[in-house]
């Protein structure tokens, strides 16, 4: 199981993204316990980016919605963390 570091950036996203998607908050939640459980769920749609957000990676949590975040190792702990980066359309993220 993986620790969410959630930035400030995508706190202030999210909270824009489900003022104009309020349908899509509780979907939103639900996805991100599962990338607590398991971030390569097939369910997810994760994937890796290129060009210039390469290294990071996407999963899907609706039609037109992605989370953009890194897998890093926490220096304290040495386990993996995910960091969430951005929210928002497809459009918006890339």
Not at 26 to 41: G, N, S
Request: proline share 2%; net charge positive.
């Amino acid at each position: 199981m993986r620790q969410l570091v959630l930035t400030p950036k995508f706190e202030r996203q999210f909270r824009k993204f489900v003022l104009h998607n309020p349908k899509l908050k509780q979907k939103i939640k639900k996805v991100l316990r599962q990338m607590e459980e398991y971030v390569f769920d097939t369910q997810l749609k994760t994937h890796s980016l290129q060009g210039k957000l390469s290294g990071l990676k996407a999963c899907s949590c609706g039609y037109d919605c992605r989370i953009l975040f890194a897998i890093e190792i926490d220096s304290l702990s040495e386990k993996e963390v995910v960091i969430l980066l951005d929210i928002g359309t497809h459009e918006e993220v890339y």
